[in-house]
């Protein structure tokens, strides 16, 4: 059931089809068909011009406190955090720490030494020709690779990625820098958290600062957006933390959270509230020396594989066009969260889906609905205006 509603009263008149029922009403009624009201849901948020059109919880932050999502809990964003540590390295760039098209060895020297040169771009780019977690455990999502680390877990066993093995992150950076190449550079894309981890630890190779500590500094804090940080204290208090959960073998919801805070992958936490923001700054751009050319930087795609990718990337940002407009978004899947983000520059207009429900397979069905819902007001109005 949803528990808490903002709408922009001018949304509020919209309607669809000459339906006499408001956007509003059908977005909620989409979102309760697909989340049960006393299991783990979705908070979901909808902006446009800057300002919420629909901002609204559906289902339990918390299964034993009987706490509502009602669009204000912060939530694990997994790889929809790839854009902001992206952001982190671009402003190094703009600053002059960092080449972009110099060896990743230039800043972390101590790296294996790969039989071909790799460039930070290529890393941001995801043709670096780096590997993911399947290099590191080679049971990641049922893959098996023979260049896998035998990686063990403390009791000899193999390493199980997730919530039952640990790793500090300086322990998991003395690993990563140990694992070969998956394939040669700038050949094709192939997806790498493994590259995005090696960013974070970059920027704290030059800047002096953790991911956290310099994210906060140079880019939360000016942009107000108080809830947002990467989490790399496993044992930090999180005020307001949605809590993770799926379903076990016999239907029953399980507590499903991570005890791996290692950033740059994934570990940024937010909310709602900030997620505007973030999108905000897209459409007046703040950060950097230069705010205009870092959110032009920002959005290059593939600016390094030759020939191009069929993938088109730009720093943590699938690239397309949807409707006739572009868009850059990103997806993430950790356990106990499954989040999405999405903005259309040209509509002004941006989604964040933050689930805490990795089992259920309803809700992105939904959002699909929502978001063609939501466009053809969007461009409706448009239309209306010219």
Same mark, same amino acid.
């Given at each position: 059931? $949803?528990?808490?509603?903002?709408?922009?009263?001018?949304?509020?008149?919209?309607h669809?089809?000459?339906?006499?029922?408001?956007?509003?009403?059908?977005?909620?009624?989409?979102?309760?068909?697909?989340?049960?009201?006393?299991?783990?849901?979705?908070?979901?948020?909808i %902006?446009?011009?800057? !300002?919420?059109?629909?901002?609204?919880?559906y289902?339990? &932050?918390?299964?034993e406190?009987?706490v509502?999502?009602?669009?204000?809990?912060?939530?694990?964003?997994?790889?929809?955090?790839?854009?902001?540590?992206?952001?982190?390295v671009?402003i190094?760039?703009?600053?002059?720490h960092? *080449?972009?098209?110099?060896?990743?060895?230039?800043?972390?020297p101590?790296?294996?030494?790969?039989?071909?040169?790799?460039?930070?771009?290529?890393?941001?780019?995801h043709?670096?020709?780096?590997?993911?977690?399947?290099?590191?455990?080679?049971?990641?999502?049922?893959? @098996?690779s *023979?260049?896998?680390?035998e990686?063990?877990? #403390?009791?000899?066993?193999?390493?199980?990625?997730?919530? !039952?093995?640990?790793? %500090?992150?300086?322990e998991?950076?003395?690993?990563?820098?140990?694992?070969?190449?998956?394939?040669?550079?700038?050949?094709?894309?192939?997806?790498?958290?493994l590259?995005?981890?090696?960013?974070?630890?970059?920027? !704290?190779?030059?800047?002096g600062?953790? /991911?956290?500590?310099?994210?906060? @500094?140079?880019?939360?804090?000016?942009?107000?957006m108080?809830?947002?940080?990467?989490?790399?204290?496993?044992?930090?208090?999180? $005020?307001?933390?949605?809590?993770?959960?799926?379903?076990?073998d016999?239907?029953?919801?399980?507590?499903?959270?991570?005890?791996?805070?290692?950033v740059?992958d994934?570990?940024?936490h937010?909310?709602?509230?900030?997620?505007? /923001?973030?999108?905000?700054?897209?459409?007046?751009?703040?950060?950097?020396?230069?705010?205009?050319?870092?959110?032009?930087?920002?959005? %290059?795609?593939?600016?390094?594989?030759?020939?191009a &990718?069929?993938?088109?990337?730009?720093?943590?940002?699938?690239?397309?066009?949807?409707?006739?407009?572009?868009?850059?978004?990103?997806?993430?899947?950790?356990?106990?969260?499954? %989040?999405?983000? #999405?903005?259309?520059?040209?509509?002004?207009?941006?989604f964040?889906?933050?689930?805490?429900?990795?089992?259920?397979?309803?809700?992105?069905? &939904?959002? $699909?609905?929502?978001?063609?819902?939501?466009?053809?007001e969007?461009?409706?109005?448009?239309?209306?205006?010219?």
């Amino acid at each position: 059931m $949803k528990t808490t509603l903002i709408v922009v009263s001018v949304f509020m008149t919209l309607h669809v089809n000459a339906s006499t029922i408001p956007v509003s009403e059908r977005i909620d009624s989409l979102m309760n068909s697909a989340i049960n009201p006393s299991a783990p849901g979705c908070n979901l948020g909808i %902006t446009h011009n800057n !300002e919420f059109i629909h901002k609204a919880g559906y289902g339990l &932050a918390n299964l034993e406190l009987g706490v509502p999502l009602d669009g204000n809990q912060v939530h694990r964003m997994a790889s929809v955090s790839k854009q902001f540590t992206a952001m982190a390295v671009l402003i190094l760039a703009q600053q002059g720490h960092i *080449d972009l098209d110099k060896d990743i060895h230039t800043y972390i020297p101590d790296l294996r030494k790969y039989p071909s040169r790799v460039t930070v771009r290529q890393m941001l780019d995801h043709v670096a020709g780096m590997g993911d977690y399947d290099l590191i455990a080679p049971s990641f999502e049922g893959e @098996e690779s *023979d260049q896998a680390i035998e990686l063990k877990s #403390a009791a000899g066993g193999q390493f199980r990625l997730g919530n !039952e093995d640990y790793l %500090t992150i300086d322990e998991f950076y003395e690993v990563v820098k140990t694992v070969p190449l998956a394939l040669e550079p700038n050949t094709e894309f192939r997806y790498s958290n493994l590259a995005y981890f090696l960013l974070a630890m970059m920027v !704290e190779e030059v800047s002096g600062k953790s /991911l956290r500590q310099f994210s906060n @500094e140079f880019m939360f804090k000016p942009l107000g957006m108080s809830h947002t940080f990467f989490s790399d204290n496993p044992v930090e208090i999180v $005020k307001n933390r949605a809590s993770g959960y799926k379903k076990n073998d016999k239907g029953e919801y399980v507590t499903d959270m991570t005890n791996l805070f290692w950033v740059g992958d994934g570990g940024l936490h937010t909310n709602l509230d900030d997620m505007l /923001l973030w999108n905000k700054h897209f459409n007046e751009p703040q950060l950097g020396q230069d705010p205009v050319a870092l959110v032009a930087m920002m959005n %290059t795609a593939n600016a390094t594989l030759k020939p191009a &990718a069929d993938v088109s990337y730009a720093n943590g940002q699938f690239v397309k066009q949807y409707q006739g407009v572009t868009e850059y978004a990103h997806s993430g899947g950790w356990l106990g969260t499954s %989040t999405y983000f #999405a903005r259309y520059p040209e509509l002004k207009l941006s989604f964040s889906l933050m689930c805490n429900d990795v089992s259920n397979d309803k809700v992105f069905g &939904a959002y $699909k609905e929502i978001r063609d819902l939501v466009f053809a007001e969007v461009l409706n109005k448009q239309e209306e205006s010219r």
